[in-house]
């Protein structure tokens, strides 16, 4: 993706923004908008940014090989000793439709 933001003066623009906000001045939403977007750049270019397949209150699919069973995601944690499923299960077990489960399922019936 083509950066939007000039990293040298976002660095500079951060380290003033904050100093103001220190001072008691308002917050200046579309500077902080400015702000997080370069954020997200710095972290996108240092490889650090995270797309997520889903988001919280999407509803997913997941197949235990007999059935298809649709559920609703009610919060995204990275505890990989309490997470409901795998994200690496997304597209083996667990789908973002339930034609894709169901096609899954019929798939591993005919194998």
């Known amino acids: 993706m083509e950066?939007?933001?000039?990293?040298k003066e976002a660095d500079a623009q951060r380290k003033s923004y904050e100093r103001r906000l220190e001072q008691g001045y308002p917050r200046n939403i579309p500077e902080e908008r400015f702000l997080k977007l370069a954020a997200y750049e710095d972290a996108e270019e240092q490889g650090r940014l995270?797309?997520?397949p889903c988001k919280v209150g999407?509803?997913?699919y997941q197949t235990d090989g007999i059935r298809?069973?649709?559920s609703t995601v009610r919060q995204l944690i990275f505890d990989?000793?309490?997470?409901?499923?795998?994200?690496?299960a997304i597209g083996k077990t667990v789908f973002r439709t339930r034609e894709a489960a169901e096609a899954a399922?019929?798939?591993g019936e005919n194998e």
Not at 3 to 7: A, D, F, G, P, Q
Not at 80 to 88: G, K, P, Y
């Open 50 to 52: 995270l797309v997520l």
């Open 58 to 60: 999407d509803k997913i």
């Open 80 to 88: 990989t000793e309490n997470i409901a499923f795998d994200v690496r």
């Open 3 to 7: 950066r939007l933001t000039n990293k």
């Open 68 to 70: 298809v069973y649709e």
């Open 105 to 107: 399922l019929s798939k």
